[in-house]
T-cell receptor, first 113, second 118 residues
Framework: DTAVSQTPKYLVTQMGNDKSIKCEQNLGHDTMYWYKQDSKKFLKIMFSYNNKELIINETVPNRFSPKSPDKAHLNLHINSLELGDSAVYFC????????????FGQGTRLTVV | AQKVTQAQTEISVVEKEDVTLDCVYETRDTTYYLFWYKQPPSGELVFLIRRNSFDEQNEISGRYSWNFQKSTSSFNFTITASQVVDSAVYFCALSGGQWKAAGNKLTFGGGTRVLVKP
């Protein structure tokens, strides 16, 4: 079983569209994250949720809205997609409050045309 | 603010050579954690090691070894006798700070691409 799974793996869409990326973890972790990796491979955190509560929101445009229906799921919805949103988006999870390693999903490559 | 610097953007070696990846970090936290992740060409992020700020012992795992020096704020990674399968981008990362503000977030360095030629 995949520990952290994201769907879809690839997403190509036109500017202005709205799209969602789904993430699920079966590790029993309390904390989930979204990271963005740009074209230069730079990784930066976007959001962190703990037990469905938003912990971190790192100056991300409000076109990006995370939603956590339960602690095993953290979805990312993006409105009015722009060319600059093209990137690889990684979902991750970790146990809460322990500073243990985060386990990452395989990534979703989003291309906005 | 936390910062991680990986000064080497790309390293190219021939198989069986040793390669050392540098990582320098900045943090005001007294308790923090350091990590290395590997990103192979397939794109996933693979955890390699975690080290807390109170444990300065070096660690060896097979062909991998890590040198943590708090005095120089460095956490360097060496691959001994490199193999083609080691070709990947390697990221150093840092976490720490107050839970409500930092929530275990990882601050990543820019990554070092390692190319191992046969």
């Amino acid at each position: 079983d995949t520990a952290v799974s994201q769907t879809p793996k690839y997403l190509v869409t036109q500017m202005g569209n709205d799209k969602s990326i789904k993430c699920e973890q079966n590790l029993g972790h309390d904390t989930m994250y979204w990271y963005k990796q740009d074209s230069k491979k730079f990784l930066k955190i976007m959001f962190s949720y703990n037990n469905k509560e938003l912990i971190i929101n790192e100056t991300v445009p409000n076109r990006f809205s995370p939603k956590s229906p339960d602690k095993a799921h953290l979805n990312l919805h993006i409105n009015s997609l722009e060319l600059g949103d093209s990137a690889v988006y990684f979902c991750a999870s970790s146990p809460a409050r322990l500073n243990t390693e985060a386990f990452f999903g395989q990534g979703t490559r989003l291309t906005v045309v | 603010a936390q910062k991680v610097t990986q000064a080497q953007t790309e390293i190219s070696v021939v198989e069986k050579e040793d390669v050392t990846l540098d990582c320098v970090y900045e943090t005001r936290d007294t308790t923090y954690y350091l990590f290395w992740y590997k990103q192979p060409p397939s794109g996933e992020l693979v955890f390699l090691i975690r080290r807390n700020s109170f444990d300065e012992q070096n660690e060896i795992s097979g062909r991998y070894s890590w040198n943590f020096q708090k005095s120089t704020s460095s956490f360097n990674f060496t691959i001994t006798a490199s193999q083609v399968v080691d070709s990947a981008v390697y990221f150093c990362a840092l976490s720490g700070g107050q839970w409500k503000a930092a929530g275990n977030k990882l601050t990543f360095g820019g990554g070092t691409r390692v190319l191992v030629k046969p």
